[in-house]
């Protein structure tokens, strides 16, 4: 999606911008599932969550500044979505875990 974005700062910066959140979800569940304690789990998971409503929000603001067509963007947002999901259920789960 990024490399077909038109020529432009605002392109190369929201770009720029969406390849750092969307490419830190992954980092940061590959750090959960290597972490050492259930505590270092939880907290790489959230930032995993955190990443993912920020890639979500890069590509709301490149459909709003028409950098892209929402048509061409749904499928990832809905794909975006899931992510929030599934993610927001597992800190859920492991919030609760903590507490109980």
């Given amino acids: 999606m990024v490399n077909q974005l ?16 969307s490419t830190s979800i992954n ?14 789990f939880a907290q790489h998971m959230c930032i995993a969550l955190k990443e993912a409503v920020e890639t979500k929000r890069w590509m709301e603001m490149m459909i709003a500044v028409n950098l892209i067509p929402a048509k061409r963007a749904a499928a990832l947002l809905q794909e975006n979505l899931e992510i929030i999901k599934i993610l927001t259920t597992i800190v859920k789960k492991v919030k609760n875990k903590q507490k109980g």
């Fill in 6 to 21: 038109p020529k432009g700062i605002a392109s190369y910066e929201l770009g720029k911008q969406i390849i750092r959140s």
């Fill in 27 to 40: 980092s940061n569940i590959v750090q959960a599932r290597a972490g050492t304690s259930k505590a270092d």
